[in-house]
């Protein structure tokens, strides 16, 4: 239910004329309402034989109303007849004459049943309806923002913009940069956020396994509409390619393309298609478009099984890099199946197991295969880039949606990636269509969304974070979280596990009590994300005794963490100030204030390993 935000009203005559019906849903279409002296008379209409309508008779010249929708059976009768939909049961008809207070305050404590059943079964569709554009956004952000740190915002300087600016995760791009390059940046992301007193996490994304074409006489190629091609696996042409003949390093290309399949080089910009196997080493293609090649172009087989392997040996290089700083995320590149986000735990070691591992998600194996992969994974990008070249780009649209979801209901954090803002490399504003994918990716349900070359190269990376911020914050402010919170629970096996259940009951209990915070006692951040997954309309702090867990909380929508040391404290004494901590950020953010209810989540010192406690605190 969203409350009535503002009304200048004066004196004036209101008639209620409730007809109530029996069909199975009932929803009021109510909006801002702007009068002059003449007599207003909206109709506020429902569905079927549920008919209310206020009429307003105004004394001056403005006056302003909002209300909001509601959806639900009839809240007197849970299951109606078959002959109920064919006639009226009653009607209610009642006149007030009151002072704007006293209308607000009699309104709302009268509907106050009504709406808390009708809102249970509210539709996305019917709370669309009562959207405003003058409507106030949510005093805090969901959704988290990964930016990649490049050659425009190495320095600290540049990386406490970032951080100012929304910054909840820095990312390293190991395709590019030495691993001098990147202990820099490590070092400056350290340094900004102790100035700043937060927690950054610290990301870094692997270049993964690629094909790649070899280096061509003269350093380019220059490929005719049309044109017949030869490509090959012989090393003897590696640096020796024309446009009739070049190398191609994937060793088992033969294996796995067939006549009639594609090969898009140079991020699909050229597109060969294969019309028969020369010899064991060599294809012969047809050239389909023209376009000059240069040396060492990227390659992608789209719709062709791939059996690269998952860690190279230059990225076991890097992943031990990665665990000697203390990264505290792996974005694992072009992950194919479960097994292969196994080999990049082993390549980590026994030093790396508390990092986390991000699975991107690049091809159609990777989508065939997401849910084994969520399963063995921490969470999942959806790398949209390399992903919009192995299947068609109208498909990725779809695959979003698919992978969103599938993360959401098992719980994990969904990265949602590639050319965002793109535009905004360049430009100091973004495209209409680029604000609509960065709400759509709050609307599907990712957790996060990432920038790439607009913060690593771009001319404006502090304002490309804020447009995000901001567009994140207007989406998330049209969301019906409670109806992602019904849907999300209907979806759940039972018997669910004891702390899923005590998370999901304490998520029930802010929309029960309209609590305007969650504070959640977590050592590894399990219970946070439990909470985070069934979408409390509410900010949520996890308080917790380490800084890694408060790093990686940084990709779980809707969590912000407190770092707690309760070291010298027992555990009783601990925890309850733990929770005084967590309520006293809430107040400094202002999430909360004097007489709000907070929800409480901890264990209690007989259970370990998970929360089973859930309270209800009035602030003071």
Known sequence: MRRVTQMRMPPYLLRLV????????????????????????????????????????????????????????????????????????????????????????????????????????????????????FDPVANYRAARIICTIGPSTQSVEALKGLIQSGMSVARMNFSHGSHEYHQTTINNVRQAAAELGVN????????????????????????????????????????????????????????????????YIDDGILILQVQSHEDEQTLECTVTNSHTISDRRGVNLPGCDVDLPAVSAKERVDLQFGVEQGVDMIFASFIRSAEQVGDVRKALGPKGRDIMIICKIENHQ?????????????????????????????????????????????????????????????????????VSDVANAVFNGADCVMLSGETAKGKYPNEVVQYMARICLEAQSALNEYVFFNSIKKLQHIPMSADEAVCSSAVNSVYETKAKAMVVLSNTGRSARLVAKYRPNCPIVCVTTRLQTCRQLNITQGVESVFFDADKLGHDEGKEHRVAAGVEFAKSKGYVQTGDYCVVIHADHKVKGYANQTRILLVE
């Open 18 to 133: 409730l007809a109530c019906g029996t069909s199975g849903g009932v929803s009021l279409f109510i909006s801002n309402i702007s009068t002059s002296a003449t007599p207003v008379r909206p109709s506020f209409h429902c569905h079927a034989h549920v008919h209310i309508q206020l009429h307003f008779q105004t004394l001056l010249s403005s006056s302003t109303l909002l209300f909001y929708t509601f959806h639900a059976p009839p809240w007197y009768q849970r299951e109606a007849p078959p002959h109920a939909y064919v006639h009226t049961l009653h009607a209610l008809c009642f006149t007030l004459l009151f002072s704007k207070q006293l209308f607000l305050n009699s309104l709302y404590s009268y509907f106050q049943p009504l709406i808390l059943l009708l809102r249970n079964n509210m539709s996305q569709l019917a709370h669309n309806l009562t959207l405003s554009i």
């Open 200 to 263: 950054i996490a610290i990301a870094l994304d692997t270049k993964g396994p690629e094909i790649r074409t070899g280096q061509f006489v003269g350093g380019d190629a220059v490929m005719e509409r049309g044109a017949t091609c030869y490509v090959t696996t012989d090393p003897a042409f590696a640096d020796k390619g024309t446009k009739d003949k070049f190398y191609i390093d994937y060793q088992n290309l033969s294996k796995v393309v067939r006549p009639g399949n594609y090969i």
């Open 366 to 434: 990777g989508v065939q295969n997401i849910d084994s992969i969520i399963e063995e994974s921490d969470g999942i990008m959806v790398a949209r880039g390399d992903l919009g070249v192995e299947i068609p780009a109208e498909k990725v649209v779809v695959a979003q949606k698919i992978l969103i979801s599938k993360c959401n209901v098992a719980g994990k954090p969904v990265i949602c990636a590639t050319q965002m803002l793109e535009s905004m490399t360049y430009n100091p504003r973004p495209t209409r269509a680029e």
